[in-house]
């Protein structure tokens, strides 16, 4: 099929999930056409069946807001007549499904039915999409669109709680590609080069958001660090980056906490570590930490939105409710404290990332895609 995907081309786990979804259904000889802002940083290959076009937004002085809809949807209508698409897969609600609703619109008045799937993504839903100024348009463009699909069971019922859903929701899980990890693009795993032989290397991935709990992080991190030689990997960039090295400095832990910034190659640092921490006020999937696992990191988290669908607990790791540091913290400690109960839960948490393989996950999205097609 010839499909075009709508994504956020950002670090965050929509835009990831949307590329790496492109990338696998190129690979299985579908043509996928990427409509977004920048190109998206996991697409670093372009090819025969990839392609990437970019919706620009000029500036002009009269617009306090810049109208990205209305460029994103004549983008779309373009793309679709030029490149004969067949089907439009929107990632993250806001504003995509509504930009795609209206490209849908303007191609029927030229006879041209495109089927729209819209996948929810979690902030789309819970905290941005139920905002009251938003929700009106939220809740319409998602009823209008020919699929909805969720990444995960407690995303669709927080869906439904919050709006007037008239359509079906299919869950379907975010994914990872096992094969890559079996297979790894680089071979040397530099260890020494964050932490000495006997310290635990510990790691968290995030946007830096406030929903992150960022400030949890550290103090857990702090606890820990008072009993075991350990150190802090922080990777990310975003809003809470300077309170947190703040804290780390009033802490007086700044030594053991490496601040990298943004990476386009997480494997290579989750590859070393022995702890993921994601304590997050919310979070529908939790991406972040399914790749830790797949990379044999076992998960400290908070037991938010759609967290225990993919952290299991006393296997893969453990859950906690949101903000208690306390217990996360000694969680950790009862992972950390041997190697032989350490190389367990790493065994636990690859196990089960296996689960989430894009070979179980893609065919969900193809019968899905056949499905809407249909209803042309
Ligand atoms: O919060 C983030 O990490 C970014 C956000 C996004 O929209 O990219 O992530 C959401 O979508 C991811 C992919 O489906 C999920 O794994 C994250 O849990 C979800 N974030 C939240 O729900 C807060």
Not at 213 to 226: G, L, M, T
């Amino acid at each position: 099929m010839k499909i075009a995907i709508v994504c956020y081309p950002t670090f965050g786990g929509s835009g990831v999930v949307a590329t790496e979804l492109g990338i696998a259904l190129a690979d299985r000889g579908h043509e996928v056409h990427f409509v977004t802002y920048r190109q998206p940083v996991r697409l670093d290959l372009l090819s025969q069946r990839i392609h990437f076009h970019e919706v620009h937004v000029p500036e002009y002085p009269l617009f306090h807001y810049q109208p990205y809809e209305l460029a994103l949807s004549s983008k779309l209508v373009d793309t679709v007549k030029l490149f004969g698409i067949e089907l439009l897969h929107v990632h993250y609600a806001i504003p995509h499904a509504y930009a795609g609703y209206m490209a849908k619109k303007m191609l029927e008045e030229e006879g041209i039915y495109l089927p729209m799937i819209t996948t929810l993504h979690g902030t789309d839903i819970t905290l941005v999409g139920k905002h009251p100024f938003y929700k009106t348009a939220v809740n319409f463009s998602i009823n209008q669109s020919d699929v909805v699909t969720s990444v995960s069971e407690n995303l669709k019922q927080r869906t439904l709680e919050f709006f007037d859903i008239k359509k079906e929701i299919e869950v379907v899980p975010n994914f990872i590609d096992i094969s890559k990890y079996e297979n790894p693009s680089y071979t040397d795993c530099q260890r020494s080069s964050m932490a000495k032989d006997d310290e635990r290397i510990i790691t968290h991935i995030s946007n830096f958001r406030p929903v992150k709990h960022i400030p949890d992080v550290i103090h857990i991190f702090n606890k820990i660090q008072k009993e075991i030689p350990a150190k802090l990997v922080m990777v990310g960039e975003g809003p809470e980056k300077e309170n947190a090295e703040f804290l780390c400095e009033q802490l007086g832990i700044m030594d053991k906490v490496h601040f990298l910034g943004n990476s386009n190659e997480i494997d290579r640092i989750l590859c070393f570590s022995d702890l993921f921490l994601l304590p997050s006020k919310a979070e529908s999937f939790g991406l972040a930490a399914l790749e830790a696992m797949v990379n044999r990191v076992p998960v400290i988290s908070s037991n938010a939105g759609g967290i225990p669908e993919v952290n299991i607990q006393g296997v893969t790791g453990y859950l906690s409710d949101v903000r208690n540091v306390d217990e996360m913290a000694s969680n950790a400690l009862k992972i950390l404290k041997d190697d032989a109960t350490l190389e367990k839960f790493k065994d636990n948490a690859a196990r089960v990332a296996k689960k989430f393989d894009i070979l179980n996950v893609l065919p969900l999205y193809e019968a899905i895609y056949l499905k809407a097609y249909k209803t042309r």
